[in-house]
């Protein structure tokens, strides 16, 4: 047994209107790869662009709370502006920093709004509006093609409380379960496992991680070896706000 | 390129005093692994093992702290006591739930302290006492016998703030650089990437996690395809709690 991670390194530049799912079929054909029993983890940025989530932060009028923020956390007003409209709160800010709380419930730095590989230093990239459903209408468009079963991640690194450094994690997820819930399983010793729910989805968007690569335009990796089961969305992870000890 | 991962699965149960390096040496060279330019993932429990860091918890005499977070959190203040001496302070405690910062500074459930895959009901398996030290050590074993260049992490299952299930995290590592700080590197537009920083030694876990699995026994994944280069500690990650902001 063994699972096998490719890089899919041969995409264009991908723009608003673009057809992902054609350019990454074609992308894996030119490596000979199959996309069948496996998961095709698709970094956020290129799906935000397909689907035109790009703003012009600078064209912003920043409101009242951002420019207030923008002395507080040291960042431009504009980019703040555009932060805030991505937000459903502020978690926290200090000079350099602001994490927030998006609209999805994920919480990450500036909202997910992000300037690196944006199309011009005067843009930003946003995150798709709706995740599960942008994987579920690539993993579609996919199988229409010939491809699948298989699972797709949009994945994007975050930062981590109490850790440096950044891991990727899932936005959305189609065509498999994104937590395989083995509580009430016996372990070895035959003694039930009280909590044990591994994360499959976020396992399997920090293991593309490792080939991704901001500089080097890796911005999918095919993931070979693990057959598809079950269903998402990933959205079903997100904690409910009353039940999260950490908020 | 290609990076591939390859359970360990044919690993005999742990004891203290066990040569945990020839184990993984014989059970690699069964299933025909080199041992070279990869990543021996291993998970925590059998490291612990191996070093004698077992306890029965119902030997335990609990302290007046023990018992009143015992009712608090409807654990047994037997255990409550081991979680507590394995503890620098509670983080979060409700009925069910107990998270604690470790004297390392890891910040998870039961500080670490589990009973799955215990030696018996009446024990539990506590974290390594120094992660860093036990990969390194590992790693200069298995060198000594042909392996490598190679790096270790070791790894375990941890819950997280806002999203449901666990990922698998390094506390320990050796033989690579558990961060890749590319702070400065340019974007494939030509800007600089700010606070790009993926946490390698994660992802590293969390991919492993991917086929290690507490019901069928897989305690080893070996990452063939990356080569190892930098060095540790793992505890580098950690961040200084005056700078999280999470805190």
């Known amino acids: 047994m063994r699972v096998s991670l490719f890089p899919l390194s041969n995409l264009p530049e991908i723009c608003d209107g673009d057809d992902l799912a054609t350019l990454l079929w074609d992308a894996a054909?030119?490596?000979?790869?199959?996309?069948?029993?496996?998961?095709?983890?698709?970094?956020?940025?290129?799906?935000?662009?397909?689907?035109?989530?790009?703003?012009?932060?600078?064209?912003?009028?920043?409101?009242?709370?951002?420019?207030?923020?923008?002395?507080?956390?040291?960042?431009?007003?504009?980019?703040?502006?555009?932060?805030?409209?991505?937000?459903?709160?502020?978690?926290?800010?200090?000079?350099?920093?602001?994490?927030?709380?998006?609209?999805?419930?994920?919480?990450?730095?500036?909202?997910?709004?992000?300037?690196?590989?944006?199309?011009?230093?005067?843009?930003?990239?946003?995150?798709?509006?709706?995740?599960?459903?942008?994987?579920?209408?690539?993993?579609?468009?996919?199988?229409?093609?010939?491809?699948g079963p298989l699972g797709i991640v949009i994945s994007d690194s975050f930062g981590r409380p109490w850790r440096e450094g950044q891991v990727d994690v899932a936005l959305g997820c189609a065509g498999f379960a994104p937590l395989r819930d083995q509580r009430g399983q016996l372990d070895r010793a035959g003694r039930p496992l009280a909590v044990t729910a591994p994360a499959t989805a976020d396992q399997l968007a920090a293991a593309a991680g490792l080939l991704m690569d901001k500089a080097a335009g890796v911005p999918a990796v095919w993931i070979a070896g693990l057959k598809p089961s079950g269903t998402g969305p990933l959205r079903s992870l997100l904690r409910d706000p009353a039940h999260d000890l950490f908020r």
Not at 62 to 72: F, G, I, R
Request: proline letters at 5%.
């Open 29 to 147: 054909a030119r490596d000979g790869l199959a996309l069948t029993d496996g998961i095709l983890v698709v970094c956020q940025k290129i799906v935000s662009k397909a689907e035109g989530r790009v703003v012009r932060w600078t064209a912003m009028e920043p409101s009242a709370a951002a420019n207030a923020l923008a002395v507080q956390t040291d960042k431009d007003a504009r980019f703040v502006e555009v932060v805030l409209r991505e937000s459903r709160r502020v978690v926290r800010s200090a000079p350099g920093v602001l994490i927030c709380e998006t609209h999805h419930g994920f919480v990450c730095a500036n909202a997910g709004v992000d300037q690196s590989n944006a199309p011009g230093p005067e843009y930003a990239v946003l995150l798709p509006r709706d995740p599960d459903s942008s994987a579920e209408k690539l993993r579609a468009a996919l199988c229409e093609r010939g491809a």
